[in-house]
């Protein structure tokens, strides 16, 4: 069976940080590293949007513009985890992040939902002013 779960969600002042997991499992990911890893968030009424992406190695990270110089995706093969530390919280950010997974062949990051084959059921993320 193949599972993302994600954790690390919560309620939060302005300003405050997150961090976010993603740990992947079942037999589809038993070579975790052939496959990049992205966050996505929606908001209540709106489209869910892509966040941030790394790729296979982790050697390749792409952003949303709204998150550069605050969120940072990392991921360690060896724990099938993929993380998002989220600094400087504001309501804006407040979402559901889900962490989804992209199979692939090269360090390409897809930055389209449509990219990605698998999702996890993700985590409420509340920045409060």
């Known amino acids: 069976q193949v599972q993302l779960v994600e954790s690390g969600g919560g309620l939060v002042q302005a300003g405050d940080s997150l961090r976010l997991s993603c740990a992947a499992s079942?037999?589809?990911?038993?070579?975790?590293?052939?496959?990049?890893m992205g966050w996505f968030r929606q908001a209540p009424g709106k489209e869910r949007v892509f966040v941030a992406g790394?790729?296979?190695?982790?050697?390749?990270?792409d952003y949303a513009e709204s998150v550069k110089g605050r969120f940072t995706i990392s991921r360690d093969n060896a724990k099938n985890t993929v993380y998002l530390q989220m600094n400087s919280l504001n309501p804006e950010d407040t979402a559901v992040y889900s962490c989804?997974?992209?199979?692939?062949?090269?360090?390409?990051?897809?930055?389209?939902?449509?990219?990605?084959?698998?999702w996890g059921q993700g985590t409420q993320v509340t920045v409060s002013s």
């Open positions: 790394i790729s296979r190695s982790g050697g390749n990270t």
């Open positions: 079942g037999r589809t990911f038993s070579n975790y590293n052939n496959y990049g």
């Open positions: 989804a997974a992209a199979w692939a062949s090269t360090e390409y990051v897809p930055v389209s939902w449509s990219g990605y084959q698998y």
